[in-house]
């Protein structure tokens, strides 16, 4: 008898705990026939947490940042968000999920999923911990400080066949953005707001259009919930709008990753969390190899030499991507190895920018002082953060197998990049050795004029190929002139080589630099000072000069690239029949390799200054535009003027009332997206 009460009392114990669990985890209702009734299709979807699964977890739901250790992930709660409403979806993006567009706009529970707020069935939330190298010193634990893992959710069945190569493990990872804090939050609070959400999500989807490897963004959903950001760290902080973008890729495991095993670093003193966890570096591992790159897997079965294929693998694919990367003028801005992915991928848009004029010492991150990720520095650095990986990889990659395999990155690099260029230029059919020569005199023909990078390119196709009959002086003057229109004025060019360093305190470096060299390396360096100083040198030579006779040089040197750039393309149509189907496809090619539109920083910032009035819509519009990058769009493109008050159509007139946050309304002309920036983006500060 006694038994009996024990087991039923157990069994009522399981029971009201199951209902419990039920009530928490799922929104299902019952209609009055006793049925389910599924209010939302978000909540059928599919989810199935393999990471989880196979990679130590850390089950500690204890508030606070804390050291994690021997643990890849930490289980997190999200915080909701105060009214959830959607800023813009990417159907691209949601259809990787199985999920039209109409369906998530028409559920009124998708605001709430797809930011966090509202825990869907099946999803675990999590945090993912990592290391990284910041700015070139071990920095120690980093982690997910403001993404949260949902889950993976299961490929439809039909995804394209493409689409699964890319991601052989048949699942997505999930991630919201901005859904608060984590054990690895250090002193943030882990939101984001609908400034840095907006250039997030719409570069994403704009580098997928490109054809460029990346994360991608699903939705972006803003509220009423406000925190306090000091953007420029002036103390001058505002309230703004709490944001979240859902991200998905195949998975956000990256270098950094694998630098949780790190011991202490010589020179920052900081370890990994899980150092001497060997067994864990294994695991992880094992588990990126066999779920990402399955055939590396089978192909194997020496484990040092399935190794060694893996990171020659991600050596190829990061090789390719900073190639692609540099092909459309794009700069990451925090090259951290914990900003690098395991797949290849563009991974965490922060203080990105696609370049306008083109500059070699392009920096896109107001706060990287040292240039460190500058536009040219950023095939280095990738090189760099792959030396960090295969130390990190530590005895599962021997130094000697690594280092050789470090030392095919450039030439892997370079054929990328050169590949890429031939493309750019329309050099189809022939690879001639003079081509390197000629990509390297464009730009540095587009440095001297301060050419515009993306306008440049994409006007090329329109010269022709050399023609029996045709005027040669003519067709040549035409095609200068069409490049002429991209090149800077002079008061363009002294503004953008007026030196960022103070003259007095340059001088003082200087003598620091004759007087204590080592001093002088770390507080300076002989880079950025030479930088500063042949900034000042051009800068008294424009001084110098008038608008007629940069002008006249800039005709000068377009005019000696041009006709080098036109016996190459005579070259590509010798002893061909049909030079018009040439021409066509050589057309064709360029055009759809030369973007006509890229997310400027001046079109990010139209967007932003609008939505944060609560009008969302230019925010839509350019996600529009960005979808086809490479086509022209001119019902997208109609000029009016951006208010902060909201978009007023050309003709409309802004009164300057105060904009919603309650700061006064300005106002300035709407440039189209395929302009040249207009002159006050110059004046954008992204940190």
């Not at 709490?242 to 270098?255: E, K, W, Y």
């Not at 848009?349 to 991150?365: I, L, T």
């Not at 990509?439 to 990078?453: I, Y």
């Amino acid at each position: 008898m006694a038994a009996a009460a024990v087991s039923t009392a157990w069994l009522r114990s399981i029971f009201r705990r199951s209902v419990l669990s039920l009530r928490s985890t799922s929104t299902v209702d019952m209609n009055p026939t006793g049925s389910a009734v599924c209010r939302s299709l978000l909540e059928r979807l599919p989810f199935h947490n393999l990471a989880l699964r196979r990679l130590p977890l850390d089950p500690s739901l204890e508030p606070g940042v804390r050291e994690v250790r021997g643990a890849c992930f930490s289980r997190v709660q999200t915080q909701p968000l105060l009214s959830p409403r959607f800023v813009a979806v990417s159907e691209p993006a949601l259809a990787l999920l199985g999920l039209s567009v109409q369906d998530v706009l028409s559920d009124p529970l998708a605001p709430e999923y797809l930011s966090g707020s509202k825990i869907m069935p099946g999803s675990e939330p999590a945090a993912h911990c990592y290391c990284g190298h910041q700015f070139g010193s071990f920095a120690g634990q980093l982690g997910d400080g403001a993404a949260c893992y949902l889950g993976e959710v299961k490929a439809p069945a039909d995804q394209s066949e493409d689409l699964l190569r890319e991601n052989p493990s048949g699942r997505w990872e999930i991630q919201v953005k901005g859904a608060g804090p984590t054990p690895y939050s250090r002193q943030a609070d882990g939101r984001k707001v609908l400034r840095s959400s907006i250039r997030e999500f719409l570069c994403s989807e704009a580098v997928f259009a490109l054809g460029i490897p990346t994360t991608r963004a699903g939705s972006l959903v803003t509220s009423d919930l406000h925190v306090l950001r000091d953007v420029f760290y002036d103390g001058r902080a505002r309230r703004e709008r709490c944001s979240v973008v859902l991200r998905i890729a195949p998975t956000f495991i990256r270098f950094g990753s694998f630098e949780i095993f790190k011991p202490a670093d010589e020179f920052t003193g900081r370890q990994g969390p899980s150092v001497g966890r060997d067994d864990i570096r294994a695991q992880l591992l094992d588990y990126v190899i066999e779920t990402f790159y399955p055939e590396i897997q089978q192909s194997h079965t020496d484990r040092e030499a399935r190794n060694a294929a893996f990171f020659r693998e991600v050596t190829r694919r990061t090789a390719r991507l900073v190639a692609q990367w540099q092909c459309v003028g794009f700069c990451h801005g925090v090259l951290n190895t914990d900003n690098m992915s395991i797949l290849g991928l563009t991974l965490d848009y922060g203080p990105f920018g696609f370049m306008d004029r083109f500059d070699p010492d392009f920096v896109c991150n107001a706060s990287d002082n040292m240039g460190r990720y500058s536009y040219q520095a950023q095939p280095a650095v990738c090189r760099w953060n792959l030396a960090c990986l295969a130390e990190a990889l530590g005895p599962e990659l021997p130094e000697g197998q690594a280092q050789a395999i470090l030392d095919e990155y450039l030439p892997l690099y370079n054929t990328f990049y050169l590949g890429n260029m031939r493309r750019k230029l329309g050099l189809l059919r022939k690879e001639e050795a003079e081509d390197e020569l000629l990509v390297t005199e464009l730009l540095q023909t587009m440095h001297n004029t301060g050419a515009d990078f993306t306008n440049t390119f994409r006007s090329l196709s329109q010269v022709p190929c050399p023609k029996e009959g045709e005027v040669e002086a003519d067709v040549l003057e035409a095609a200068v002139n069409l490049l002429l229109e991209q090149c800077a004025s002079l008061e363009e060019l002294k503004a953008a080589n007026k030196p960022t360093m103070d003259q007095r305190e340059l001088l003082m470096i200087l003598s620091l630099a004759e007087s204590n060299p080592a001093i002088f390396q770390l507080l300076a360096g002989k880079k950025m000072v030479t930088r500063q100083l042949e900034k000042l040198a051009r800068l008294k030579e424009l001084m110098d000069t008038n608008q007629e006779v940069l002008r006249s040089k800039q005709r000068e040197d377009w005019t000696r690239w041009m006709k080098q750039y036109r016996r190459r393309l005579a070259q590509e149509c010798t002893g061909l029949d049909d030079v018009h189907a040439v021409e066509e496809e050589r057309v064709r090619v360029m055009d759809s390799t030369n973007p006509r539109v890229v997310l400027r920083n001046y079109i990010a910032q139209n967007a932003i200054d609008v939505a944060e009035s609560g009008d969302f819509s230019e925010v839509q519009r350019v996600l529009k535009v960005l979808k086809k990058p490479f086509s022209t769009q001119l019902d997208l493109e109609k000029p009016g003027l951006v208010a902060q008050g909201g978009m007023m159509e050309q003709g409309e007139r802004d009164e300057g009332g105060a904009g919603e946050e309650g700061q006064g309304a300005t106002s300035r002309p709407f440039v189209c997206y395929d302009s040249r920036p207009p002159t006050w983006a110059s004046e954008i500060c992204v940190t």
